[in-house]
Nanobody, 123 residues
Framework: QMQLVESGGGSVQPGGSLRLDCVAS????????MGWFRQAPGLEREFVAA????????SYADSVKGRFTISRSMAMDTVFLQLNSLKSEDTAVYYC????????????????WGQGTQVIVSS
């Protein structure tokens, strides 16, 4: 019933920046915690950031804290992830997801997923 579409991925040099967008339809993001995950080739999908339902309080994985920022526009039904100071190890497919709980950091907590957008950081 909820659809999520990511955009904004691309190829950048180390130290560069990108902004990823996630547009929701079918249901409003106002009733969901919205998260970003990433998956590199051969690795498990890992938590990156989330913004809590109701409160809007953000949380981040230690690996991206201080470099990435999650935000939302409920009027636009859109969640953003600003990626700054990118490193080669940030290379992955980035996924937007929606969870009903206020606290959600594991993939199993999320009910809806986008198809992902590729981020490549290389020289």
């Amino acid at each position: 019933q909820m659809q999520l579409v990511e955009s904004g991925g691309g190829s950048v040099q180390p130290g560069g920046s990108l902004r990823l967008d996630c547009v929701a339809s079918g249901r409003s993001i106002s009733t969901y915690t919205m998260g970003w995950f990433r998956q590199a080739p051969g690795l498990e999908r890992e938590f990156v950031a989330a913004i809590s339902r109701d409160s809007g309080i953000p949380s981040y994985a230690d690996s991206v804290k201080g470099r990435f920022t999650i935000s939302r526009s409920m009027a636009m039904d859109t969640v953003f992830l600003q990626l700054n100071s990118l490193k080669s190890e940030d290379t992955a497919v980035y996924y937007c997801a929606a969870a009903p709980a206020r606290t959600a950091v594991a993939p199993k907590d999320y009910d809806y997923w986008g198809q992902g957008t590729q981020v490549i950081v290389s020289s």
